[in-house]
């Protein structure tokens, strides 16, 4: 039982370099998000998705871009990193079910430095 | 912006002791109340969706209540053991918006043996 797989799980960078972070899940879920954890900040919505083939911004997406070609991987790409994307970053998918009651399921997280 | 509001921020208990913190969000929009456990180092894990006002949800040692109303959940840990230590998040499922969580900062509890 996979769930949800985030790779890689650490990377360094260096400003201005670019990268993609991959989440693949395997539950059949239709919304995957990208989160990133920072101290003091809790978990931080960055992009979201409904479906293949859509997106949507969340609460800080500016910098990042996101891509859902296939219903069980979500990108997350950063065009121009900087030192302020260093962070955690944390995928989770859930299901319809019943409404909008599924939880969310999330990966193990990546952590990314900028220097 | 919507604030879900979790306090307090940090807990220091002995092991043992029973503990609760408070999760509050505005009671206008509520779909649902996820809570979630998260240790260091791992992934946060879901713990308990609660959707009724009045709503009980109990596991193992933890349980949780729910007032829509005024815009509020508890966790309760029944005697706390080290491995209980982790951060506990709540968030609000507007049910507007898809499936999007608005999270709280969490309550990190510690248990000392």
């Not at chain 1, 693949?24 to 998000?33: G, I, K, P, R, S």
């Not at chain 2, 029973?18 to 456990?37: G, K, V």
């Not at chain 2, 009045?54 to 491995?83: C, F, M």
Request: hydrophobic share 30%.
């Amino acid at each position: 039982n996979a769930g949800v797989t985030q790779t890689p799980k650490f990377r360094v960078l260096k400003t201005g370099q670019s990268m993609t972070l991959l989440c693949a899940q395997d539950m059949n879920h239709e919304y995957m998000y990208w989160y990133r954890q920072d101290p003091g900040m809790g978990l931080r919505l960055i992009h979201y998705s409904v479906g293949e083939g859509t997106t949507a911004k969340g609460e800080v997406p500016d910098g990042y871009n996101v891509s859902r070609l296939k219903k069980q991987n979500f990108l997350l790409g950063l065009e121009s990193a900087a030192p302020s994307q260093t962070s955690v970053y944390f995928c989770a998918s859930s299901g319809i079910g019943t409404g909008v009651y599924q939880p969310q399921h999330f990966g193990d997280g990546t952590r990314l430095s900028i220097l | 912006i919507l604030n879900v509001e979790q306090s307090p921020q940090s807990l220091h208990v002995q092991e043992g002791d029973s503990t609760n913190f408070t999760c509050s969000f505005p009671s206008s929009n509520f779909y649902a109340l996820h809570w979630y456990r998260w240790e260091t180092a791992k992934s946060p894990e879901a713990l308990f969706v609660m959707t009724l006002n009045g709503d009980e949800k109990k596991k193992g040692r933890i349980s949780a209540t729910l007032n829509t109303k005024e815009g509020y959940s508890y966790l309760y840990i029944k005697g706390s053991q080290p491995e209980d230590s982790a951060t506990y998040l709540c968030a609000l499922d507007r049910g507007s918006t898809l499936g999007r969580l608005y999270f709280g900062r969490g309550t990190q509890l510690t248990v000392w043996p």
